[in-house]
């Protein structure tokens, strides 16, 4: 179920999985995943791998690879968000740090959050379909999770998203995958090094440096072990110079070749 208009590009999404079925999307927006029958074992690129049953929802922030794979015969609901100021406005914490290592949290649904649940499974049954219903529920599920879970359980649940320097993270996130190394993107972003590194460390609580190796070799595992793309394509795609150097990448910062990780994945899956 999709809306938009010329002001809103929102979206609702209803998605059953056959078991050992995949879903794989790269996030343009923030969206929230509610899972409603069975289980998925999610893949986030800078994320550990996690299983996650029914009756529990996820946040994805904007810009992240996710693939999924049903555990069992799944349903789930994919909500959009397209108004992140409202999102963060709601959910601003004070004194917020990140931390080179990421967690990755998800909320279990309470009664509240069950009668959402229903409200979208009447919407769906019944066909409706207007303008603005999807920026509406989108809104109504952040002030659900804002009125009804407590403050310690949001900061873990947003702790892949919030930071004290929203605008600054947005720049860093939609220009990083376009970028080479600290000192491009302290220039596109129109930054001294020295003043971006500093800047960088106060809002990720990490250097600029590690947060981009970390990114982009999460990346490259992410596309080598749960995609199909060739590991030529991969390369390219991740703007190494040549495949020796994404070999000598992979080797020395993944322990192992391209082509052993690929082996690894058709070796579990045949299991």
Known sequence: MKFENNRIK??????????????????????????????????????????????????????????????????FVSIGINDEDYLYDNFRMEELKNTEQQDFSYLTFNDVMNGYVRSLLIYKGKNVDYDFLADIKAKELICILKASY??????????????????????????????????????????SYSGFNKKFRKVFGISAYSWLKQRRANTVYHEIYHTDKSLKQISIDNRFATLSHFNEFCHRILGASPRQIRNKKHKEQNT
């Open 150 to 191: 407590t403050r310690l359980q949001l900061k873990g649940f947003f702790s892949t998203y919030l930071t004290n320097d929203l605008y600054f993270t947005e720049q860093v996130r939609c220009l990083y995958p376009n970028i080479n190394n600290v000192v491009e993107l302290a220039d596109k972003m129109h930054y």
């Open 10 to 75: 929102s979206e609702i999404r209803f998605i059953d999985l056959e078991k050992g079925k995949q879903w794989n999307s790269k996030q343009d927006s923030c969206c929230f995943i509610l899972i409603i029958t069975g289980s998925l074992n999610i893949h986030l690129a800078d994320i550990k791998e996690e299983v996650i049953p029914a009756n529990n929802l996820f946040f994805l922030p904007a810009g992240y690879s996710f693939s999924a794979t049903a555990l069992d015969k799944t349903f």
